[in-house]
């Protein structure tokens, strides 16, 4: 079988999520003649059928199912590339780092400062996201490196190393009776009738069951927070989410929270690799600095 290309896994793609070869025309703004050609020929081609059709439009068989599951990052992997390429082709290369918006602040400053002074290293641009963001933004080619958090980020087909490991706190309205504890466990939190645990959205956007509200940025979270209506449990080096209004309580028995670097497991890029060991650096003067001030 000759080798698949990417112009028809991108219409086999589309025509699987609409589950309709009309639509899937429409939104690759093709007719619908061409678009059944080329999945018949796909189908010829691979030796299966790849759809099942029905009144209602078309289903996958299974040799489809397995094909829209390898599909979808080989599409997403060649557009990374392409990104990647085009960045590195600038006259004037820099690289992208992705962060959370407010996490890890001191050692991001740390890290800009480490890489601004490493002569043979490339500048650095900040690229700010929310919670899943930056596994995305990597995986897309939309950034080079990112700092990221074990607890809580989807870290398959990463490389990573370790930067810092710490406690959780808990962000609770500073009116809010468990505000005045010197320390909280995880049983504390859990059912709080008048705080409901507020509900991130899963790394495929859909949200888990439960009274809390369904949060969608770290400033509405940190907000909500302020008025009493949820609670957060956080790294503790996290800013955006700590207010005036907000006291953060220490959670003893929560997971420890472990921020790495993380890149493209693909990448043998020695630029990404001096930003990796430049992280290592700046986490050491951080941790270094946190020890002469505790």
């Known amino acids: 079988m000759d080798d698949l290309e990417t112009r028809e896994l991108r219409y086999f793609v589309t025509v699987a999520e609409e589950q309709h070869v009309g639509r899937a025309a429409v939104r690759l703004g093709m007719s619908q003649p061409p678009l059944s050609r080329a999945i018949r020929q796909l189908e010829l081609r691979i030796g299966a059928a790849l759809f099942q059709r029905t009144p209602r439009g078309v289903e996958l068989t299974p040799a489809g199912t397995v094909l829209l599951a390898e599909a ?3 599409l997403a992997a060649m557009a990374a590339a392409g990104r990647r390429a085009r960045r590195a082709g600038t006259p004037s290369r820099r690289l992208v780092l992705a962060v ?17 002074a490493d002569p043979q290293a490339l500048p650095l641009d900040v690229q700010f996201g929310e919670v899943h963001e930056q596994a995305a933004f990597l995986r897309d080619g939309s950034a080079d490196v990112a700092l990221m ?14 930067l810092r ?23 504390d939190l859990r059912d709080l009738p008048d705080l409901p645990a507020a509900r991130w959205p899963r790394v495929d956007g859909t949200y888990a069951d439960g009274p809390g509200p369904e949060v969608h940025s770290q400033a509405q979270l ?8 949820t609670v957060i449990v956080i790294p503790r080096s996290s800013r955006t989410l700590q207010w005036p209004e907000h006291v953060a309580v220490p959670v003893l028995d929560a997971p420890l929270a472990t921020t790495v670097v993380a890149w493209p497991a693909t990448s043998t890029s020695p630029d ?23």
């Open 165 to 187: 490991t710490e406690q959780q706190v808990a962000i609770l309205p500073r009116s809010h009776r468990l505000a005045a504890r010197a320390s909280l466990s995880v049983a």
């Open 272 to 294: 990404v690799a001096r930003v990796v060991r430049n992280a290592v650096r700046a986490a050491a003067l951080v941790a270094g600095a946190e020890a002469r001030t505790a």
């Open 222 to 229: 940190a907000q909500l927070v302020a008025l009493g209506r």
């Open 100 to 116: 959370k918006a407010g996490a890890d602040h001191e050692l991001l400053q740390a890290l800009l400062d480490v890489q601004g």
């Open 72 to 74: 979808r990052p080989a």
């Open 149 to 162: 958090h074990r607890t809580y980020d989807d870290l398959t087909g990463f490389d990573t190393e370790d």
